[in-house]
């Protein structure tokens, strides 16, 4: 069931009246209509019940009911979704050219990634990619909306790989082309975390993690990954990834 | 480690010339020098070691010496690739809209499955997607090369949903935003295939598959298998579903 996330504006007033895009949104892409009915969060991950009162070409009236944890609640969208916990990953992602960037934040997002930061790492191509912030926050927000998600995933602004290391405070599997454990399968070192763990997923650019780097994180004990595939892209390596952690969570 | 797929014109010449695109590819995109080495394979999944003679802008002169099965060879491309046994997995994917095909097409290539169907079901919304065949054939050509996956995908023309059920003929699970047996986890699911086993793997078009459509299916006895997260994208939920079965068997 896909669910509105509320706009920024939103201060828990009932009847609330959106306009523009955010209208738009609801009436063209969910197309709700009069008396139809949604789940809404709003930026704090806080449930409501939201009910078509009337809506227009350019806004839409809606009465807004906060939910407890757990309420119950109405929904005329009829896509069913999984209900339960979620592994709690955060990605570390090094930036990537262009839309690539884009297509993991979605793909992350979908999957129900608790956090997304962008690192600046030395094989990075891209070099300008803060200015972009905006644009992934609204790729978060639109990827929550449409696959119902209940992790209200977080988008952090980018950062440097030094700055990453230095504030690291989750355990941290980083994903690299060379295998330096191989004896040990992913599902071993998997082994002390459950979906209430937090996990950090680092995956490195088109260009892979460097020398220099990988030997740091090897110092911060973070845990070297190689998937049991072929060279993947960056964008096919950080969702192939995610899936594969997810999964043997999930399955555990 | 990436590789190199011959042009259908080889016959097992050498030296052997290529002219035009095939040759840019060589030199500009793979940059490989003279006397660099690297594998192919031609059509048929044939291995052989390329040396570059000579090469110019518009052609490049190959040394091939063809390669017994497992026979050692030598490669200049730096990249190494996982080697072992891959999960004979078979996508078959209801035709989706535009350019999420091509998506598809390649990760699931990078993934190294074994052959790519395109399937027209009842809630596909792209109707004629056949005509493009061949930029389809040619995403998985140059996906294997890039991924240097050991497995030369097979892509096949699109079929339909009647046709495709009354020639299968391997397992196959399919997934479903409707959870029909929630009580079975994937892993059990999967307890009696390993990555010997040739498995089909079905996704539904945006619009999922119909109602009709699950009960031929499950009339079939095929598998029907709900992700344990959000409403995915058709494109998520191809290569999300890949890689949960890729892991499990590969994990096992």
Redesign the interface.
Known sequence: ??QYILPNNFKGESPFKLKGKDSQYFTRVLRLKKNDKILARDKNGLSYQLTVLEFDKSSCLLDVVKLKSGESFESTDE????V?D?PKLHLFQAVCKGKKNE?II??AT???VSSITLVQSEHCIAKKESSNTDRYEAIVKEAIQ?????IMTQFNKITTFKDFVNCLNIPLLFFH???IDEKV???EKLKDFDTSTPIGIFIGPEGGFSDKECKILLDKNCIPV????????AE?AA??AL??I???L??K
Chains 1, 2 share one sequence.
């Open positions: 069931m896909r896509l069913p979704s999984f339960g979620y297509t979605k793909m979908e999957l129900g449409q696959s119902g998600s209940p082309q060379i295998n399968s992913l599902k190689m998937l049991k595939t072929n060279i993947l892209r096919t969702i192939v899936s594969a997810h999964t043997l999930m399955e």
